[in-house]
């Protein structure tokens, strides 16, 4: 199994110091020499007062971060997680995500998904009815778009009228597209487009808020997990060559216990065919995450992994 590390920023009780310059630097670095396979940002360009004073947590543009980061690294993998596709028009999706790959020399995983927060939408003119039907036509013309940057693409509300100048990622034939979400149309669209699926295990009223189907345990994820696995292979691909990612329970790492039981549930979960784990170190400040980076790289014995 490889690890993500969620950069810290995106815990709710993380404090302002993770948005500067010389924390991202270091915090990157530091999970880069600790054995990380990748860093991961969420995006909400236009999130709620309302959403981050109920859970939610600060942001920075993942185009904009995961670039600093790119120059200040030299293997660690950029993930987005996810890119709300519905909320533009994809050549601007596969120009921003396509430069991120070109610069930080073929280390993007662009994690994509639906979003799904109605204010969000509205804010950024998008109507959130339509998010579904905007993610499938997003997910085609980006695919099209970086295999053959010169062929047109055309959507419901976009045309490209000749042949476009664009460059290829640096990962032929494109970037991994990895895909959010738990129910059944997220699988489709892993089989008709992804490289990784990017479920949640949570409750049913988590999964509600995210607009999403429930997954609550590591059996159902184990029962979802088989239906792509056989769409995959009714589809003719090998269900071995789809990453799946999923969240690694809250460890503290000074408990034995703690970190027995972490073992334990990732072991089940890998055992059920997830492939990486997001790790949500502790966001206290800059400081207590560099320690818990390091530990926790030490813990897992990360770097004779990788």
Same mark, same amino acid.
């Given at each position: $199994? ?10 709710? =009780? !993380? ?10 630097r270091a915090v ?30 600060? =942001? ?8 600093? $980061? !790119? ?7 950029? $993930? ?15 120009? !921003? ?13 662009a994690g994509v998904? !639906? ?20 993610? &499938? ?60 699926? $990017? ?38 691909? &090998?269900?071995?060559?789809? &990453? ?9 790492? &000074? ?52």
């Amino acid at each position: $199994m490889k690890y993500t590390l969620e950069y810290p920023s995106e815990l709710p =009780t !993380a404090p302002d110091d993770f948005l500067q310059p010389e924390v991202i630097r270091a915090v990157v670095t530091q999970a880069e020499a600790a054995g990380f396979s990748a860093v991961a940002l969420s995006e909400h360009p236009a999130p709620s007062v309302k959403w981050r004073n109920n859970g939610g947590h600060n =942001t920075l543009d993942p185009i904009a971060a995961l670039s600093f $980061m !790119a120059a200040a690294t030299t293997r660690i993998r950029l $993930m987005t997680n996810l890119y709300v596709l519905p909320f533009r028009n994809p050549y601007l999706s596969a120009k !921003a995500l396509g430069s991120v790959d070109l610069i930080s020399g073929g280390r993007l995983i662009a994690g994509v998904g !639906a979003g799904y927060l109605g204010s969000e939408f509205a804010a950024v003119g998008v109507s959130l009815e339509r998010r579904a039907e905007l993610l &499938d036509e997003a997910l085609a013309a980006l695919r099209a778009i970086w295999i053959e940057p010169e062929k047109p693409v055309t959507g419901a509300d976009f045309a490209a009228v000749g042949p476009v100048w664009l460059q290829h990622p640096a990962q032929r034939p494109h970037p991994p597209i990895w895909i959010g979400g738990n129910g059944a149309a997220a699988i489709r669209r892993v089989v008709d487009h992804g490289d990784g699926w $990017m479920p949640i295990i949570a409750t049913p009223g988590m999964a509600a808020t995210m607009r999403t189907a429930a997954i609550e345990n590591a059996d159902q994820f184990g029962a979802a997990v088989r239906r792509l696995h056989q769409r995959l292979a009714d589809a003719g691909r &090998d269900p071995a060559t789809v &990453d799946i990612q999923v969240v690694c329970p809250p460890v503290d790492l &000074d408990d034995d216990a703690s970190v027995g039981h972490v073992r334990e549930a990732l072991a089940e979960l890998e055992g059920h065919g997830a492939t990486w784990a997001v790790i949500h170190v502790d966001g206290s400040s800059p400081r207590a995450a560099l320690d818990y980076i390091k530990a926790f790289g030490e813990s897992a014995d990360l770097v004779s992994k990788r």
